[in-house]
């Protein structure tokens, strides 16, 4: 089994100072690094995912720092940028194309939101036949707000990984993936 580590839009945006700041992004932004880094060191498949929005969106507009993937996270020379339009990171991209031609059939995932890009790529790797593990400590969610009730960024994030790891994924953490 060939596996890569896709790491889904861990971008500016999504920290404070940024147009949509997540709860501990910083947080998730460093166990992602963790495993970003035993996965170089391994010479194992990296695949980077950068969701871009049009000029009338609120965040990960082109040309704004805020579209740009988190310093803590940046691709190094030669690894895979997939840039995208919608939730799901296969939607409308050649990210199946790539992963099926590199022989990759185990993905790794890390990214943000919980409640969103990651969401929906897991269901549809999942869907794809792909295994899936995900690292639900370098995942991320934000505070919303349903029925007039506010729902705290961490209920979100774990009511999202409850879910993927009923049926779509294996969760874990990162220490798991890095103390091999």
Known sequence: MARALLIIDIQNDYFPGGAFPLVEPDAAAANAARVLEAFRDGGEAIVHVQHLSGPE???????????????????????????????NSFLGTELEAELRASGTDE????????????????????????????????????????????????????????ALGSAYATVVDAESLTDR
Do not use: W, Y
């Not at 969106?57 to 993937?69: K, M, Q, S």
């Open 57 to 87: 969106d609120p965040f990960f507009v082109p040309g704004t720092p805020g579209v740009e993937i988190h310093a803590s996270v940046a691709p190094a020379e030669g690894e895979l940028i997939v840039q995208k339009k919608e939730p």
């Open 107 to 162: 993905l790794v995932v890390a990214g943000m939101m919980s409640s969103m890009c990651v969401d929906a790529t897991v269901r549809a790797a999942s869907d794809l036949g792909f295994t899936v593990q995900l690292v639900h400590d370098a995942c991320a969610a934000p505070n919303l707000e349903f029925g007039g009730q506010a729902i705290p960024g961490a209920a979100v994030h774990g009511a999202f990984m409850a």
